[in-house]
């Protein structure tokens, strides 16, 4: 372990991710001899770095991690489950999942489980790539003629009369009576297998302190809330909505949850491979 003592701890900059690392990027752990690098970036970029391994410890979207098992194993805590809820299909007016069949959809990333999950709701969409900050204003603009909103825009969006054409959660759970695992934390392959035991345990702890102590946690996440950072109920909200007890621990039911949303994908021809999810122990 003495060869690897920089981690880069690699999250999109919502709140939900800075609130489950705060007390492991923010020093409040015993980290061994390991110095801790904390990066930010959006989830697409985190997915296609991870293609070059670049960082030992990245979020992933389920969907890439369809691609990328081979270099990363899934960490035992830490994922991001839609229960009965997720992101959003939105547009200026009323739509429907026929109606949106042949049309331009804009997605947050061509490796996010929005993008999965869209193209299981309607395969026929026509999707066009756009960062997650900028969906609402493409949609707005009319340059697609709907979009699909992550983070705090799927708490958001009625704010700026925008429709919601579908909860692609709340879809999700119809079709499997079951959540929608969205995110996970990825751990590199080839680390030793004693640095991953101690950085999977750091994990669990850092989430286990901020879901302990969640007014200091908050009030260090609220910071990366974006529209939010103004209203402390609904970011609140947001972040229980991802980081809560299947966060802690996905549990029989949350792995179950993750193989059939890859087991989906592959019978719907999304995935490429039959892949069988790795859980870290």
């Known amino acids: 372990m003495s060869e690897t003592t920089t981690i880069r701890i690699a999250h999109s900059p919502d709140s939900d991710d800075a609130f489950m690392f705060y007390a492991l990027t923010?020093?409040?752990l015993d980290t061994a001899e390991l110095k801790i690098e904390h990066v930010l970036s959006d989830?697409?970029?985190?997915?296609?770095?991870?293609?070059?391994?670049?960082?030992?410890i990245t979020a992933l979207s389920f969907h890439a991690y369809a691609h990328l098992a081979e270099r990363y194993q899934l960490m035992p805590s830490g994922a991001s489950f839609g229960d009965g809820y997720g992101p959003v299909v939105v547009s200026t007016s009323p739509q429907t999942r026929d109606g949106l069949a042949g049309k331009k959809v804009a997605i947050p990333g061509e490796l996010t489980t929005a993008h999965l999950a869209l193209r299981l709701w309607q395969p026929e969409v026509a999707t066009v790539n756009v960062a997650f900050d900028k969906i609402f204003d493409t949609v707005a603009g009319g340059e697609v003629d709907a979009g699909v909103v992550i983070h705090e825009g799927q708490l958001t969006y009625g704010d700026i009369g925008m429709h919601k054409v579908?909860?692609?959660?709340?879809?999700?759970?119809?079709?499997?009576?079951?959540?929608?695992?969205l995110g996970a934390n990825g751990i590199r392959r080839d680390l030793p297998s004693d640095l991953k035991a101690l950085l999977c345990r750091l994990l669990t702890e850092s989430i286990n302190y901020?879901?302990?102590?969640?007014?200091?946690?908050?009030s260090y996440a609220t910071r990366y809330a974006r529209e939010l950072?103004?209203?402390?109920?609904?970011?609140?909200?947001?972040?229980?909505?991802?980081?809560?007890?299947?966060?802690?621990?996905?549990?029989?039911?949350?792995?179950?949850a993750v193989?059939?949303?890859?087991?989906?994908g592959f019978?719907?021809?999304?995935?490429?491979?039959?892949?069988?999810?790795?859980f870290l122990d």
């Not at 989830?43 to 030992?56: C, D, K, P, V």
């Not at 901020?210 to 908050?218: G, W």
């Not at 193989?259 to 989906?264: G, N």
């Open 166 to 181: 579908e909860d692609l959660g709340e879809w999700w759970r119809g079709e499997t009576s079951g959540p929608l695992p």
């Open 259 to 264: 193989q059939l949303l890859l087991d989906r």
């Open 267 to 278: 019978e719907a021809g999304v995935i490429p491979v039959k892949i069988e999810a790795e």
């Open 229 to 256: 950072e103004e209203d402390p109920v609904r970011s609140d909200r947001f972040v229980a909505m991802y980081v809560n007890d299947w966060t802690r621990d996905y549990g029989e039911a949350g792995r179950k």
């Open 43 to 56: 989830i697409e970029s985190l997915n296609q770095a991870a293609f070059e391994g670049t960082y030992e």
């Open 210 to 218: 901020a879901l302990d102590h969640r007014q200091e946690a908050l």
């Open 26 to 28: 923010q020093g409040l």
